[in-house]
């Protein structure tokens, strides 16, 4: 059974309601198979008609819609409304896309040429065609943005793909909701109901049957590491694999160099730690790893960091799970003899979380795999390093990151320039100012990364390349004029 | 041991030598690893140069190379002059693509927007990264195309990633010939000797040490469906997953409509029988399943293309173990009640095998999985179809595809445009011309396409998108100015 949940108090809200059947997934992959082909065979104009019909219901619901995100998730109304804003505004920006045409447009043409091969050659031109329906797993931390009518189902319908979206039983009301405003605009603009579906379920099986289905093409997931990796893997032991866009987490390390904390360091110290005591540190790009060199100004930087830390104000995390998630990783962090502990209110019974932050040479922590693993919440590790090649070390032993920000990197060096190599070969985005938290919705935004951080490395979930997932290029040889 | 082996004898030339031993691919792998960060500083003119430089030396000895290449693969010395010209095509077609910058351009570009998200946003440019050490398994039937000079090499080492080579064991002496000439060329070019690695051997322990070396970053092979997707499973369960680019095999069904059949029904089943007869059918393209109506001009169609494929020559296959590989597939074909024998000489101890075709009907057909699976040689099936919605029916149970060829959808209409949407949903190419064999190497080609195709579907494993396996996407939030 599905049941709301008031974040800030536990509290159930109003009645529970079953998840959906076995049967009532199965209905939604079919639906959405069977419109499949008409869909892929809509216009540009018609899909973002949609997106903008969708975005435009959003704000007019969108009062009621905030104001239940914010008793599900505790998010608070600020938060709240900025993320619906950022989600109309995705909305709108993919149906920009649609207007300039790169969605069907014609990659690369090449003219037929005569004569033998090499050199001759019939007439190519690469198009790209809609994969076909897509599993949409949303996110906890985001109601609005990765939910619903999120990024990837912007993206996918976008493209010309239906999509079944998993509703998340962390805020199960909002979701029901904002699902039964997508359908209704979608039979508003006299679109199939399979263009949209929508499921719902606490339970692993609700996900796997998603995954497995033989009509599925593709799958968008925002989530958990176990999660996520355990799903991957259905999605590759399927008969016919299907790609699977996992975003699975990331500690998102963050290099100040001497000469920042030297320039600067009181106020990086305060912009870092307002980015990681925000909505309780619950955003997949949270700074968790810091890496501080051991000159006086860092010395001075990592003093002010701690102390603007320990000030923050305590935040309601989104549900008791991610609490109780949290506490024991933070435990198991103050169970770890190398760390010393610099922020470490104890809070494990009272209603907030406090933030923790500890400190750790190295040595110390590339040799404790567990260290890399993310701890979701408002808690971090600094690194002491005593050179560029250790920086670099930190930064290989900890993979994947869907970020990796050097604060200091202006001026140009060999050892520079190694670092940013290093911070490129871990990261899909790389900042050289700024913190990691808010990630822009652009053309060029790369919201990926090496494994863990994206199954798809090579791919984006932020950002308008978000379509080329759901876009499979194909070429055309000799193609009639009818369909070029 | 490897042995050369003289193709259409069966004979034994020269000397036996050792495959690599483990400790020699974990060299070739650290010395990839210790020159990726070099190598991926290289300039694109220097790569430009190293490429166009090992065209040189391949053509210089080319004489020598084609006669080696002959006597390990019986393809004859037409088809090896003509192949090796294309494998220099392609390595020089790719420093073009250097010279042009597309490789190291910033991909997208968005200025920073002052003011709240989410209109406002930092700077952010896309660039590209090489991944690192790339591992490439060659393939048996190209002994240049696709072998240690081929594609995956020139379109690794065109991104800025050091390759380790697998040469195939069915031509092992022009595998090391050419590895040296690589080795030789490189030196030349004053770059170190880790860009090019190479590693021989016919135990599948070989492939799976490269699979499985950490510092591995990603895997290019063109194979068996078998081979391929043991590899790529070992790919995925790596505890840092990476990509493994595989094209592993392919039905290539080729619809031939009525109105192709009334139109030029003749000249076609004489282009079709030479297509499955071309090299033995030893193609990743060659048609394997031809779908036909059952009008009197398909008919007269179907009987033209058995008589056509029933008079081609005998050819030589690579091996003694893909010959027998071949005679297994054809024998069950032969065991299976539903198929009626159109070309079936029996040569299952002749030294030359001969073309199989044989006739199903649709649903058979569709019924059978056993029938959708390749059977790499001059084997094909005549599938009987009633009409194009059938025809869809079967395109679909066959799945992914490199090719799909649809002979007469020269006009438009409801039907032609559903089974031209059918074909673009399982094939990575889809030809209204002309037979798949024969790919050419331009900008717009797309050789992959659903699984099993490839087990990337949306990437290309011949033409210059090729390189875009090799450079993952990187957003840079804020770069300085000496970085772009």
Redesign the interface.
Known sequence: MLQSIEARTGAAVGTSWPESTPAEIDQAVAAAATVA?TF??TSAAQRASLLRALALALEADGTALIALADLETGLGLPRLT?EL??TT??LRGFADVLDAGTIHAV????AAVAG????G??R???VR?PV?PVAMFSASNFPFAFSVLGGDTAAALAAGCPVVVKGHPAHPALSRQTAALAQRVVAEQSLPAGVFGFVQGAAIAVGVQLVQAPAVAAVAFTGSFKGGTAL??LA?ERP??I?FYGELGSVNPLVVLPAAAEKSGAELAATLAGSIALGAGQFCTSPGVILAFKDAASDAFVAAFAQALQATQPHAMLSAAIRSTFDNGVARWRATDSLTPLVADDAAGAAMPRPFLAEVQAADFIANHALHEEVFGSAALVVRVVSVDEAIAVLRSI??SLTATLWG????SDAT??L??AA??I????????VPT?V???????HGG??PAS?Q??T?SV?Y?AV?RFL?????????A??L
């Not at 990659?107 to 090449?110: H, I, K, T």
Request: charged share 20%.
């Open positions: 082909d892929a065979a900025g804003a950022r505004f995705q990659l690369a043409d090449d033998a091969p090499p050199v050659r019939p190519l031109a690469k065609v076909g991957a893997k590759s016919r694999p790609p993979g994947g990197a202006e001026t140009e320039r190694s940013v190599r490129t070969q990261a899909g985005r790389v900042l050289f100012a700024g808010g822009a919705v652009t053309q060029a935004q790369l090496p494994f199954t490395p090579f984006t950002g390349a080329d499979r290029p194909v070429a055309l040889q000799d193609a009639p009818w369909l």
